[in-house]
């Protein structure tokens, strides 16, 4: 039948887009799956078995799948996570996965055993994890009507001395990444593109062999963070 068929086809296409997207955010809520696909195969078979359709099965039908997808992107928007408070504890509960701009603006979070949703923005704490990723409070800029200036919470690619971080930028009409290294707590410098050659060699001097590496374009702004990785590794070797 061609509507059971039709239903087939977008049960097929759901789940791959459901399966990439939890790969994408990096969890693995197996429960919400099989929980939206085992109603959408049952609505499947019924069709399937049945030779009387009315037509508003159909309807009812794309109503349920509606629904059941809805439920499944309201169990996944909080995953599993913690946040590190300005006293350095952490607290482990549920974070609210949003878009990378709000994800660098605050988290909302809830403590575990507690369904309360807190939000903290930066600075408020120190950082969060969430997805297998973590954000650092930092400061992107200077205002002079805050005490610490402009803060972000920036996602922290790496650990080491050098640490390569990534930050949402929304201040034009559209969004933008821009990437910061730090070193062992100096100073956030933006990553220069445009004169990066110039600009790495001149960061990594200290590490003469990799600085050649740069300097003859073995590694380029592609390889940043190979880049960041051999001289922590470099840096570490050295104590």
């Known amino acids: 039948m061609k509507f059971v068929s039709l239903a087939n086809k977008f049960y097929s296409k759901l789940s791959l887009s459901l399966s990439r997207s939890l790969s994408l955010n990096q969890n693995r809520n197996l429960a919400a799956i099989f929980l939206c696909e085992l109603n959408l195969k049952f609505m499947s ?33 909080f995953l599993d996570g913690y946040i590190i408070s300005n006293k350095g504890d952490t607290i482990y509960g549920k974070i609210k996965y949003m878009t990378p701009a709000l994800r660098s603006s605050k ?11 807190l939000t ?63 070193n062992d707590g100096d100073y956030l410098l933006e990553v220069d593109y445009v004169g990066f050659k110039q600009q790495m060699t001149r960061y990594f001097e200290d590490f003469p062999k990799l600085q050649s590496k740069i ?19 470099w840096k570490e070797s050295e104590w």
Do not use: H
Not at 125 to 138: L, R
Not at 160 to 167: A, D, P, R, S
Not at 215 to 233: H, P, R, S
């Open 120 to 182: 903290y923005k930066p600075f408020q704490i120190k950082g969060y994890y969430v997805a297998e990723t973590t954000y650092d409070s930092k400061i992107y800029d200077i205002d002079l009507s805050l005490p610490y200036g402009y803060g972000a919470f920036m996602e922290r690619r790496n650990n080491g001395i050098v640490k390569l971080y990534y930050y949402w930028n929304t201040d034009k009409e559209r969004g933008f990444t821009q990437t910061f290294i730090e």
């Open 215 to 233: 300097k003859q374009g073995t590694y380029k702004k592609k390889d940043l963070e190979q880049i960041v990785m051999e001289y922590n590794e």
């Open 107 to 117: 988290v909302i979070f809830m403590k575990s055993g507690d369904s309360e949703k």
């Open 45 to 77: 078979l019924t069709l399937a078995t049945n030779s009387n359709i009315d037509m508003k099965i159909p309807l009812l039908f794309t109503v349920l799948m509606a629904f059941c997808c809805a439920s499944v992107f309201a169990q996944i928007n």
